[in-house]
């Protein structure tokens, strides 16, 4: 086994019977985050469990108001009470936008309860891959839409050919915008790791391996990137992807304010998990949400409400996993 391939064996051992607070922190960190920056922090004591934006890990071009940001903390959020359930101890997520402190989890003592969500936290990953073109059934559509309910967020599902189609082309106009931003990739270029030796000394960011690419040497890296990384080519590969998967799923929250953005990152972290047991794989395309004069547009295709927004989109099906992704140890995020 590489160093890497044991270091993210280790960061996902699973929780032992009578794990302590910090183990739940741990598995709150393997949740899914924007570009794996891990914008939080936590604090733990008995009943009380605060997880607090990391504002030096904020990617301000791709995500100028931060909504990924709290989306990322609702995923971790999620991922917390989940294993903390295992461990005797069930709570709610408070948050108060007006408050910056961030998220509070209370904490008291029930029943232990772990299910199949418990058990998918370690094995849960984007899976970045083509998909290999099979459907997924309507009792697990149903089933995803079930375990992913948080009110005020609702999953509108893109499943039959003529609309992926449209939802392909307003990928490829975000991703096209994206491209044609110097300070996108730029942004990008900085949480790349392009090999392990690049992912272990950091253990954040985006691993080469971990989204279906071939590792290289970081000098070979600066050298090919610019000429590979092009408009053209990316905006294939995600119509092509897009096109292997059995259908996407859009969240959408009944209003666009930070409350409803952790929500929505809650209920995305369930349907994942959920997908996990299952068996189907799941990758974001949020190209369409995260540019905003096209997230407008995208919005009136999908004839969301007024003061809807929709929040994150994923295309889903099925393929073997990838290399899972690092994160930072755990005592590096509790303080
Ligand atoms: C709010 C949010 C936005 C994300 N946006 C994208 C995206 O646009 N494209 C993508 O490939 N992955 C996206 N991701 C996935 C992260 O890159 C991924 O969760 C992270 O790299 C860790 O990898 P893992 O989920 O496989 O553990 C997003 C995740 C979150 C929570």
Known sequence: MTDYEQAARTLREPMPGHAGLVDCARYATLAA??????????????????????LSRRTPVVDPDDHHLWAS????????????????????VRFDPADD????????????????LFEAVPRRQCTRSDHDGR??????????????RIDGVR??????????????????????????????????????????????????GLYAGASGNPTLPGWLANLVFPLVFRTGSENDKYARQIRSSSGMAVFVSAQDDRA???????????????????????????????????????????????GERPD???RFGYAPPLPMSLRRPVDEVVD
């Open 33 to 54: 985050n924007g570009h794996n920056t891990q914008p939080w922090r936590f604090s733990l004591s008995a009943r009380r469990v605060d997880i607090r934006p990391d």
């Open 260 to 306: 409803h953005w952790v929500k929505a990152g809650r209920a995305y972290q369930r349907f994942a998990l959920k997908a996990t047991a299952l068996g189907i794989a799941n990758a974001f395309v949020n190209q369409p949400v995260e540019v905003p004069a096209l997230r407008a547009e995208f919005a009136r295709w999908l004839d969301l409400e007024g």
């Open 135 to 148: 459907p997924v059934s309507a009792a697990d559509l149903e089933a995803l839409e079930d375990a992913a």
């Open 312 to 314: 994150l989109v994923v």
């Open 101 to 116: 402190g961030g998220l509070v989890l209370d904490l008291e003592r029930g029943p232990a309860g772990t299910d199949d």
């Open 73 to 92: 903390l609702g995923c971790a959020a999620e991922n917390f009470l989940i294993a903390a359930r295992a461990q005797s101890l069930h709570g709610d």
């Open 155 to 204: 999953i509108v599902y893109i499943l039959d050919r003529p609309r992926i189609e449209t939802a392909v082309e307003h990928v490829v106009a975000g991703n096209t915008a994206q491209m044609q931003d110097e300070a996108f990739v730029a942004e990008l270029r900085q949480w790349l790791r392009f090999n392990d030796g690049q992912a272990l000394d950091t253990r954040d």
